[in-house]
C-alpha cells in the first residue's frame, strides 16, 4: 500500500475548500521554524513531525485543526491551551488563524519535543 505524501495530502485539503489548509500550512511553517531539523510524514490522516522522536501532529477536521502531542501530558501548561484528559495525549484545537499566536503553539512545540525524548 503506498503512502501518501505531504503534498497528496494537502491537495486533498484544498479541494475541502475552507480556511483548514491555510492553518495546516501556518503550523507547518513554525514547527519548521521552532524546531529547525524536524521531518514530516501522513500518517493517521495528518502530518507527524519527527526530529529524533515523533512529537506532534497535525491534523485538518471540518470545523478546526488540531495539534496533537502524544507526550502531551508530560507538559507544563501555564496557559492553560492543552485540551485533553487521557493518559498521555493532549491537542491544541484551532478554530481560526488567530489561534495559532492566541493559543501560544510556539511555546509547546519544544517542550513536545523534549517530552518525547524523555518519555520512551
Known amino acids: 500500500m503506498a503512502t501518501k505524501s505531504v503534498q497528496e495530502l494537502l491537495d486533498d485539503l484544498r479541494l475541502l475548500g475552507g480556511e483548514q489548509l491555510s492553518w495546516v500550512e ?13 521531518t514530516e510524514e501522513v500518517k493517521y490522516g495528518g502530518i507527524l513531525f519527527s526530529s529524533g522522536v515523533q512529537f506532534c501532529g497535525v491534523f485538518a477536521y471540518r470545523q478546526h485543526v488540531s495539534v496533537e502531542f502524544g507526550r502531551g501530558a508530560k507538559i507544563s501548561d501555564p496557559f492553560g491551551h492543552l485540551e485533553g484528559c487521557g493518559k498521555g495525549r493532549r491537542h491544541i484545537k484551532l478554530r481560526s488563524a488567530n489561534d495559532i499566536q492566541a493559543k501560544e503553539l510556539a511555546h509547546y512545540l519544544p517542550l513536545a519535543l523534549e517530552a518525547a525524548r524523555s518519555g520512551a
Open 26 to 38: 501556518s503550523v507547518r511553517t513554525l514547527v519548521k521554524e521552532t524546531i529547525p531539523s524536524v
